[in-house]
């Protein structure tokens, strides 16, 4: 996966926030579902479109001056999608406390310069997580397929 292993920083900004000094969660999604979509770029080496935001699980908040790492790759592949993990942390640059804020899955789809569909490679995880998220991405696919015919 590390084809398409996508890491960002972001500062957090007084714009970025609410009146309680913590990034607004539509600009975390927005971080998000860029690098998803750098990260599927760069393991099918074509444009992408965002098919699904599956999961967004926001775990604790960044305030202003925190530092944001987003790092993201594809997990599984179908035969023109990809699924891709994105984590987010955040860092206190004064006194480097880190924590996990956001983790999500997304579903993106390579494709041609007429937006059709088109083949991506497999992936090959390698670290402990990679393996563990590529071996559950059956269930999470599933969990989409039955999401998606209640419809």
């Given at each position: ?34 690098i ?21 699980d926001?775990l ?7 530092a944001l ?7 599984s ?10 984590k ?16 999500s899955f ?6 041609d ?15 402990d ?23």
């Open positions: 996966m590390e084809r398409s292993k996508t890491i960002q920083t972001k500062l957090v900004l007084p714009p970025d926030t609410n009146h309680l000094q913590t990034i607004f969660g539509g600009k975390v999604l927005s971080y998000i579902d860029e998803a979509a750098l990260a599927a770029m760069k393991h099918s080496n074509h444009a992408v479109v965002t098919a699904s935001i599956d999961s967004v926001f604790s908040s960044a305030t202003v001056g925190d790492s987003l790092e993201a790759y594809v997990t592949t179908g035969r023109t999608s990809m699924e891709v993990y994105v987010v942390r955040s860092t206190d640059l004064l006194t480097g406390d880190s924590k996990l804020t956001t983790e997304l579903t993106m789809v390579a494709v310069e007429n937006g059709r569909p088109v083949p991506v490679p497999n992936v090959i995880p390698l670290s997580e990679e393996i563990r998220l590529h071996e559950t991405a059956a269930a999470r696919k599933e969990h989409r397929k039955n999401r998606a015919s209640i419809r």
